[in-house]
């Protein structure tokens, strides 16, 4: 009698490394953030939103297909950039590669304090500057 073998396995999710923060001080109530987001072979984000953050987003390495609001799916490779207005909505976000990583540097222009990323979820990713700069999920 042949027996089925049902494998489960984690979903890959990227890594958030931080770069910068600093007040603007020519724009009262701003925020400039920096990050590197790496996305290990098949990473990919739950769906999410970056609040009322101004988002540009630059392709280090690698590729990742990304679908934002209602716009089609779309592929981002190195060297590609977009720009995502507040509240723009992540419905897909991952490396379709299951052999090669992706890398890209996504800059923030956000309100003091807030979280740079909300999962549908409502889990937030937050950073931790009196923490060595390390970010946070609650």
């Given at each position: ?27 009262e ?31 280090l ?63 937030q ?14």
């Open positions: 009698m042949a027996t089925a073998t049902i494998t489960q396995t984690a979903t890959v999710k990227p890594l958030w490394s931080p770069l910068f923060q600093r007040a603007l001080p020519n724009i109530g701003k925020t400039f953030t920096s990050v590197i987001i790496e996305f290990p072979p098949s990473a990919r984000s739950a769906p999410h939103r970056h609040g009322a953050a101004f988002v540009w987003a630059y392709m390495a690698g590729a990742i297909r990304i679908k934002l609001n209602d716009e089609p799916t779309r592929t981002c490779r190195e060297g590609e950039s977009w720009f995502e207005e507040p509240s723009t909505h992540h419905l897909l976000v991952e490396n379709n590669s299951t052999k090669e990583p992706a890398k890209l540097l996504a800059v923030f222009i956000s309100n003091p304090g807030d979280p740079l990323k909300v999962d549908d979820d409502g889990k990713t937050r950073w931790e500057s009196a923490h060595h700069n390390r970010f946070s999920t609650a």
